[in-house]
DNA sequence: GTATTTGCAAAAGTTTTGCCCGTGA
DNA sequence: TCACGGGCAAAACTTTTGCAAATAC
């Protein structure tokens, strides 16, 4: 583990990145770096968008004993330090992802259940509009539209 | 309750038309008018967007002895028939609306959980972007979006 | 060494299911 | 009449909590 290697390059938020962040955060909060916080993390990156079962079903096949409870707690942990952040998508199971992923938001279709990930720059006009309106900041990272699919509107027809 | 007096104000989709159509519905299903399945409908009118919970609180109030069970299968009936349906706001409670109800989007505060409704005419721009893009319909009666209120906003500086 | 974390088990909360009686058409 | 619906109780899930043992620092 090269930590410590950051140097300047802020303008990268690699992978080693997120290790290297996850042991400066938690020691700077006093808290303890440990396998398996490591591991819920490395799971959320890799899963793109995951509910805790799934996050914990992936840790399950590579290493032994992680329990459930922890998952739960390290999600939570991980939220609060901004590391992570989730979304209520589809039938009330949350699904986590990285918190600096702003990549995307998240179009789910009732019929299929599907989610489709666009540019939140399609919601930068809304964004703006509803900032006018309401004064809300928008979380374009963090947003989920229902709808029908294009697939499904075809079947539909 | 002065039912059957709707005549032909077919523009008005008042609370009077909302009840005749839950028992023209059902007939034509071959299913029957409860008091129950009005009382479900009912609430969910008044309170615009509610929890099972709270709909189940709310009967209870008006009538005694209607089952929570019978609140979660007859909101399922009337989303199969489509008279309500639900949206998954904050944390994981699903809240059901009228179908009809295309009103509103809504705005759910991270921080304060506060939910606000904004017209869906905020979004007609990203509604329109994200179906050229993808060929996805968001149904705009349906969308949450996840951000800060102004008012969190405030207090967070 | 010691405070933080984890695993385990049990609790708590929410939603679903099975069964039998009551009721609407 | 008699099939549909509702109430009750129990099951099935998901998420949280308490506590003792393990472990990072």
Redesign the pocket.
């Known amino acids: 583990m090269t930590a410590g290697a950051a140097k300047y390059d802020a303008d990268m938020p690699t992978e080693v990145e997120t290790e290297t962040e996850l042991?400066a955060v938690?020691?700077s909060k006093?808290?303890?770096?440990?396998?398996?916080?490591q591991l819920v993390l490395e799971a959320v990156r890799a899963l793109g968008h995951a509910?805790?079962?799934q996050i914990h079903e992936r840790i399950r096949g590579q290493v032994d004993?992680?329990?459930?409870?922890?998952v739960?707690?390290?999600l939570?942990l991980l939220e609060e330090l901004q590391l992570v952040s989730h979304t209520h998508l589809s039938h009330?199971?949350?699904t986590y992802h990285l918190a600096g992923d702003r990549g995307h938001a998240h179009l789910v279709c009732h019929r299929c259940g599907r989610i489709t990930e666009v540019e939140p720059t399609l919601f930068a006009n809304a964004r703006k509009e509803v900032a006018d309106a309401t004064g809300f900041i928008m979380d374009v990272g963090h947003v989920a539209v229902f709808g029908t699919c294009a697939e499904c509107l075809e079947k539909d027809q």
């Open positions: 042991a938690l020691r006093g808290l303890r770096m440990t396998a398996q916080r509910t805790p079962e004993g992680v329990n459930i409870t922890t739960y707690r390290t939570d009330g199971a949350p």
